[in-house]
């Protein structure tokens, strides 16, 4: 089994920069698509940037060109650099890792969620 560790809690001013890490361990052999979504209080999971196992980005409208997504595979780690903070940006985020299974299979894991906080 695969499990996804987050680290990077925390309370920020508006216009602060907080760094959110999740590695992930076990029974690895190669791992694709590595992404962070979020969950704010009354409203659905949203995919916030996601990053393939080539390197190439996605990002939401909203934190595009404040948020940077990046991966570590040596260490099986992506990361996700959030700047320029605002109250919208708080909610609960969560790292996803696909792991291949087979040539056309796949496994989806889920970190335990980190708490982001913007606020005055």
């Known amino acids: 089994q695969v499990q996804l560790v987050e680290s990077g809690e925390g309370l920020v001013q508006p216009g602060g920069s907080l760094r959110l890490s999740c590695a992930a361990s076990g029974s690895i052999s190669s791992i694709g698509r590595m992404a962070w979504y979020r969950q704010a209080p009354g409203k659905q999971r949203e995919l916030v940037a996601s990053?393939?196992?080539?390197?190439?980005?996605n990002y939401a409208a909203s934190v595009k060109g404040r948020f940077t997504i990046s991966r570590d595979n040596a260490k099986n780690t992506v990361y996700l650099q959030m700047n320029s903070l605002i109250p919208e940006d708080t909610a609960v985020y969560y790292c996803h890792v696909r792991i291949p299974t087979g040539m056309f299979a796949y496994k989806d894991y889920w970190g335990q969620g980190t708490q982001v906080t913007v606020s005055s």
């Open positions: 990053i393939s196992s080539g390197g190439s980005t």
